[in-house]
């Protein structure tokens, strides 16, 4: 196995890598299309990764926090639509996602009030930008699930489903 890596700033890339103890070649050999060069360049942050790459490293890596990163802190797109997540203890995101729900409840009406004229005019800004605040979060806590249910089922913490 190679040097480890004394860098203190290391990037999500690396710290994966690392974690599973890989050297460099040892990852190019799991990432297949990736060569060690290449996962200097991205973990010295001389490159940004391609998004195949991405999903490479998060599959080989086993981290399903990787595309999510990828997203909301490299990709123009998604740092404007997709929300942030990292990975919680399942019982906190279940809250989480529980919580945001029944606070969306008494909402419902005032949404559809304010959407049948199908604009939001100044009277109604301040609910609306109240419900879409409501909304976001409850996207975050179900991107924190997904990212649960991913890394859940990488470390054996879901059982294969069975055939019945």
């Not at 203190?8 to 103890?21: A, D, H, P, V, W």
């Not at 299309?33 to 490293?57: A, C, Q, T, Y």
């Not at 999510?68 to 802190?73: E, Q, S």
Request: aromatic share 6%; hydrophobic share 35%.
């Amino acid at each position: 196995m190679g040097k480890r890596s004394v860098k203190e700033n290391k990037n999500i890339y690396q710290t994966s890598r690392e974690e599973l103890g890989l050297s460099r070649e040892a990852a190019a050999e799991v990432l297949e299309f990736i060569s060690p060069e290449r996962i200097e360049k991205i973990e010295s942050g001389k490159s940004l990764p391609h998004p195949d790459e991405v999903l490479m490293m998060e599959t080989g890596y086993r981290n399903p926090e990787l595309c999510n990163y990828f997203c909301t802190h490299e990709c123009p797109i998604g740092m404007k639509y997709v929300p942030e997540s990292k990975l919680k203890d399942f019982s906190q995101v279940a809250i989480e996602l529980i919580a945001g729900i029944g606070s969306l409840e008494k909402e419902k009406a005032r949404l559809a009030e304010i959407a049948v004229d199908g604009r939001v005019n100044d009277f109604e800004r301040k609910d609306f930008d109240n419900i879409l605040e409501k909304l976001n979060r409850i996207d975050r806590s179900i991107q924190g699930l997904k990212i649960w249910v991913e890394h859940a089922m990488n470390t054996g913490k879901i059982d294969e489903a069975e055939d019945e």
